[in-house]
C-alpha cells in the first residue's frame, strides 16, 4: 500500500534547513545589491558622460578658434636644414579667444589640441594634481573630471617638463583618443606628430618624440631637473622607451610637454612626449 507523507514529512523533506535558508536568502541579497550598485554606478557614468557632452558643446559654442603664422619664433632649430623639424614648424598657430573660457573658470591657462584625436580641450591648473580629478570644467563633481596642468608647471614661463593630464573615458572624451597615438594607423600619419598648446600670452607648437606605455611611476612626470647631466639621462631614457616610428631629435636646451593618461585599470599609462619648436607672442 501507497505511503502518504504528513505535511511536517513534506515540508522537512522538500523545504531548505533553516541553516541553509538563511545562508539563501543573505546570497540572494547580496547579489540584489549588487544589481543595484551596478545599476547606480553605471547610471552616474552615463550622467557625467552627458554633462561633460554638454559643457563641451557650449565650450564650442562660444570660443573663438583661428590659425594663423604672424609674427613666429622659431625655438632650438636644429642646424641640420633637413631635420623633420622645419616639416613640423610651417604648420600655422591655433589662437585662441579666452574671454568665454575665463568667465566660466577663472582656472583656465589654455587650450590643448591633438591632431585626429578627439583632445580639444580647455586646460586648467589649481594647487593640486588632485581637485580635477573628479569636477568639471565649471566645477562641479563628475568623475569625468577634466584636462588639467600639473600644479608644479608655470604657465608663464615653461619648466623643463610641463605636464597635462586627463581620464581615459571609454566614451572617448577627455584624453579617451589618446590610444590613437598607439595604433600603426595613426603614427603613420605624419602630420599627426604635433600638439597645439595656445596659452593666455602665447601660442605655441611642440613636435612629438616619443609614445609609449609604462607603469604607474614619477620618473617621466619629473617637472625639473636642475642640471644638463641628469636631463639628458631623462631624455635618453624616454627616447628608449619610444615605440613611434620617428627619431627626432632632442636635447637638454628643448622644452618638454608631457601628456598622460590611464591604459587600464591595473596602473598602466599611455604617454606622449613633444618639444617646443614654434612660439608666438598673443
Not at 33 to 45: G, K, R
Amino acid at each position: 500500500m501507497k505511503k502518504y507523507m504528513t505535511i511536517e514529512e513534506y515540508y522537512k523533506t522538500k523545504c531548505p534547513k533553516k541553516g541553509n535558508k538563511k545562508l539563501f536568502i543573505s546570497l540572494m541579497m547580496m547579489c540584489l545589491s549588487l544589481i543595484i550598485f551596478s545599476l547606480y554606478t553605471i547610471l552616474n557614468w552615463y550622467d557625467d558622460n552627458s554633462k561633460i557632452k554638454q559643457i563641451n558643446t557650449e565650450i564650442d559654442k562660444n570660443i573663438k578658434l583661428k590659425t594663423n603664422q604672424s609674427h613666429e619664433e622659431l625655438v632650438n632649430s636644429p642646424i641640420d636644414s633637413n631635420s623633420n623639424y622645419y616639416y613640423y614648424a610651417t604648420f600655422p598657430f591655433l589662437n585662441v579667444d579666452f574671454s568665454y573660457l575665463l568667465s566660466k573658470n577663472s582656472d583656465t591657462v589654455g587650450f590643448l589640441q591633438v591632431k585626429n584625436t578627439n583632445i580639444h580641450y580647455p586646460v586648467v591648473k589649481t594647487v593640486d594634481n588632485n581637485y580635477y580629478l573628479e569636477h568639471s570644467f565649471d566645477k562641479s563633481e563628475n568623475k569625468a573630471g577634466w584636462i588639467y596642468m600639473d600644479y608644479r608647471s608655470n604657465i608663464d614661463s615653461l619648466v623643463d617638463n610641463t605636464v597635462i593630464y586627463g581620464h581615459s573615458r571609454l566614451d572617448g572624451t577627455m584624453f579617451g583618443t589618446l590610444k590613437y597615438a598607439l595604433t600603426p594607423d595613426w603614427q603613420a600619419d605624419k602630420d599627426n606628430y604635433v600638439i597645439y598648446l595656445s596659452t593666455l600670452k602665447e601660442n605655441m607648437i611642440f613636435q612629438i618624440f616619443a609614445i609609449y606605455t609604462t607603469t604607474r611611476e614619477n620618473y617621466y612626470l619629473t617637472p625639473n631637473f636642475f642640471t644638463a647631466e641628469k636631463k639628458q639621462a631623462w631624455l635618453n631614457t624616454i627616447k628608449e622607451r619610444n615605440i613611434a616610428p620617428v627619431n627626432t631629435e632632442v636635447d637638454v636646451n628643448d622644452k618638454i610637454l608631457t601628456l598622460s593618461t590611464c591604459q587600464n585599470t591595473h596602473g598602466g599609462r599611455i604617454v606622449i612626449h613633444s618639444k617646443l619648436i614654434k612660439r608666438q607672442q598673443n
